[in-house]
């Protein structure tokens, strides 16, 4: 459901970028630092967010990617220790008997 509302929500965001464009037909000039273009202002819109789009899901699936590997590592350790412990269990199964600590304290009547 949250990547549904995430997707509907860059849709329309895209869409809105897209009815912007139509109603201003400008041509705009763009000065690189060796060039200068004249570019249609809807053009240019769609390119700036298509780009940004991009590089933001370019970031995600990095930090995605980290989480999903990090859990596979401490998933890897939970079951290394689950086994461990339950080796440590099964060899562990002697009786054990319970031990009493004596007092040497006397009662004294003062």
């Known amino acids: 459901m949250k990547s549904f509302i995430i997707a509907f929500l860059v ?10 464009g ?4 400008q041509v705009v000039t763009i000065s690189y ?3 200068q273009g004249d570019f249609r202002l809807p053009v240019v819109l769609a390119t700036v967010f298509l780009a940004g789009f991009i590089v933001s ?3 995600a699936m ?3 990617a980290g989480l999903k ?6 998933k890897k350790q939970l079951a ?8 440590h269990t099964v060899s562990d199964e002697q009786p054990r008997t ?6 040497n304290d006397k009662e004294v009547d003062a």
Not at 22 to 25: D, F, I, L, V
Not at 69 to 74: D, E, P
């Open 11 to 20: 849709a329309a965001l895209f869409i809105l970028a897209l009815i912007f």
């Open 80 to 87: 290394n220790a689950e086994s461990k412990l339950d080796d």
């Open 22 to 25: 139509a109603r201003n037909e």
């Open 33 to 35: 630092f060796v060039a």
């Open 57 to 59: 899901w370019i970031f």
């Open 69 to 74: 590997l990090a859990l596979r590592r401490t």
């Open 62 to 64: 990095y930090h995605i």
């Open 98 to 103: 319970l031990v009493t600590k004596q007092s």
